[in-house]
């Protein structure tokens, strides 16, 4: 069955950096495109990321361009999130979502758990 299981956030002060990461299985890891997609307290789904299948196509937000980079390493089945210069305004819940970048939800046919980030001092 297919699985997406989130790692890596936590609490970091305004500035600080995290990487999250995805580990993916039950699919064709390297077949298909991957996004980032997190949701803020109180507000909808927005979309952050999208890397191309054998990661040479890169699509970012706006709110988070130049400071987030996504990443995959297809040998590992693992999807990357590195995030720098964090802003209260990213405190979110972070999904890895399988799809490409800013479609519908129902493009994403699978997510996983999610995993919290707060930016805070």
């Known amino acids: 069955q297919v699985q997406l299981v989130e790692s890596g956030g936590g609490l970091v002060q305004p500035g600080g950096s995290l990487r999250l990461s995805c580990a993916a299985s039950g699919f064709t890891f390297s077949s298909y495109a991957m996004s980032w997609v997190r949701q803020a307290p109180g507000k909808g789904l927005e979309w952050v990321s999208a890397?191309?299948?054998?990661?040479?196509?890169?699509t970012y937000a706006d709110s988070v361009k130049g400071r987030f980079t996504i990443s995959r390493d297809n040998a590992k089945n693992t999807l990357y999130l590195q995030m720098n210069s964090l802003k209260p305004e990213d405190t979110a819940v972070y999904y890895c979502?399988?799809?490409?970048?800013?479609?519908?939800?129902?493009?994403?046919?699978?997510w996983g758990q999610g995993t919290q980030v707060t930016v805070s001092s």
């Open positions: 890397l191309d299948g054998d990661g040479g196509t890169t």
């Open positions: 979502a399988k799809g490409p970048y800013h479609s519908p939800w129902a493009t994403y046919d699978y």
